[in-house]
């Protein structure tokens, strides 16, 4: 009885609510348990994989959802930190070949991050970010070697930066323009255009004071002392003017030794499009030009690769479409068919995979059917010397 006295007095009271606010609360309600209930579950999910980090007793399959949780969110120590979990799934269970694949991947992406890092003149943080990488994965070997040929391309160009200075302390600003031209062949950004441009300010600011002291000459005390001294604006809207007119007969130049197409003409092009300087209006272009001649040079050196693997793989065996996923693996990451080749070869190892189960289901082999691994051709490293 007094269940029901509570029951009729809250339906009394239900009804003096307005109707808006009913339909609202059914709009909301089911809206606001769903974001709830996910965002319950992220918790857990963060929580699950802050304890994976540390935990031996975390499953493998936990291990490499949290290692591809760190890894997507892009940066150096999340991708190491995926790197270090997915590591550490036991080489018996299935998830390993998958395991071994991402390591690659990301493995690959640290070291274009610390590629990046070199580009803009930060040498220590680029070899300290190689040095995390965990000994054992999949790039580890091409780690020292790619630290020497920085340190290696580090010292050139202090030594040709040093040089450029010794020729205008001894009042040579021709010598040393020829020594700084020389920064705009070494790979790396950062020496190339800002190093570069302190010395073309200076080396400028050297030929502006032979002209003012040969004009002082020419005129009287007075108007000498009139004169203002030229400000490291005007000195580099100088020489930027100048190299304008330079930088346009170099990427002329460029263009025509493109134009036979060949590998040997485009890269004459690209060394001569290279000697446009930063900083003048030709620069974008000429960088434009040097991508598109590099990516047409890429192309031909590998479209053999993928012909053949192509012409291997129509055959349709076994034996011939692991022979055509072998051809393919030639074309290495970042080029230009890289993206075709590993979209071919997602193609020809599901054949080959499918040819596999067939053979073991007809002979009812031994082997059992996960036995075929993608990894067995996996995604080719970047060569440390393209």
């Known amino acids: ?129 190689l040095e995390k990488i965990p000994v054992g994965t999949p790039v580890y070997e091409f780690i020292r070697p ?51 441009q302190e010395l073309a300010i200076e080396i400028q600011a050297t030929r502006e004071n032979r002209k003012k002291a040969a004009s002082q000459q020419q005129k009287t005390p007075k108007e000498a002392i009139s004169q203002q001294p030229l400000t490291a604006a005007d000195l580099l809207s100088n020489w930027q003017k100048e190299q304008a ?15 036979p197409g060949d590998v040997n003409s485009l890269r004459k092009a690209i060394s001569a499009a290279e000697l446009v300087f930063s900083g003048t209006p030709q620069y974008p272009q000429a960088q434009q030009a040097i991508a598109q001649w590099t990516r047409q040079i890429e192309t031909i050196e590998d479209r053999p690769y993928l012909d053949r693997a192509t012409k291997l793989a129509s055959k349709g065996d076994l034996t011939s479409l692991q022979a055509a996923i072998s051809e393919a693996n030639n074309i290495y990451f970042g080029r230009a068919l890289y993206q075709e080749a590993q979209s071919k070869i997602d193609q020809w190892t599901n054949q080959a995979r499918q040819i596999h189960d067939q053979q073991y289901s007809q002979q009812n082999s031994t082997l059992p059917t996960n036995q075929f691994r993608e990894t067995d051709y996996r995604i080719p490293l970047t060569p440390v010397n393209p």
């Not at 918790?43 to 007793?57: F, H, I, L, R, Y």
């Not at 997915?86 to 071994?100: F, K, M, Q, V």
């Not at 200075?165 to 010598?175: F, G, I, N, R, Y």
């Not at 007119?245 to 134009?259: D, W």
Request: charged letters at 25%; aromatic letters at 8%; proline letters at 4%.
């Open 1 to 129: 009885m007094k269940i029901h006295l509570i029951v009729m007095r809250v339906f009394e009271k239900a009804q003096t609510i307005p109707l808006p606010f009913w339909v609202a609360l059914i709009i909301t309600l089911p809206l606001t348990t769903g974001t709830f209930g996910v965002w319950l579950l992220h918790q857990k999910n963060v929580g699950e994989c802050e304890t994976a980090k540390t935990s031996p007793d975390i499953s493998d399959s936990t291990r490499l959802y949290c290692a591809q949780m760190s890894a997507d969110r892009q940066t150096a120590d999340d991708l190491l930190e995926a790197i270090q979990l997915a590591n550490a799934i036991s080489y018996e269970h299935p998830l390993r070949t998958d395991g071994d694949r991402l390591i690659e991947r990301w493995s690959n992406q640290v070291l274009e991050l610390a590629e990046t890092l070199f580009q803009d003149g930060k040498l220590n943080e680029a070899i300290a970010l």
């Open 245 to 259: 007119v330079e930088a346009s007969i170099q990427l002329a130049r460029a263009r025509e030794l493109a134009a």
């Open 146 to 196: 790619r630290i020497q040929e920085w340190q290696a391309t580090w010292q050139e160009a202090a030594t040709i930066y040093d040089d450029a200075q010794t020729a205008l302390q001894d009042d040579k600003p021709t010598v040393a323009l020829a020594e700084a031209r020389k920064l705009l062949r070494v790979p790396n950004q950062y020496w190339r255009t800002t190093r570069f």
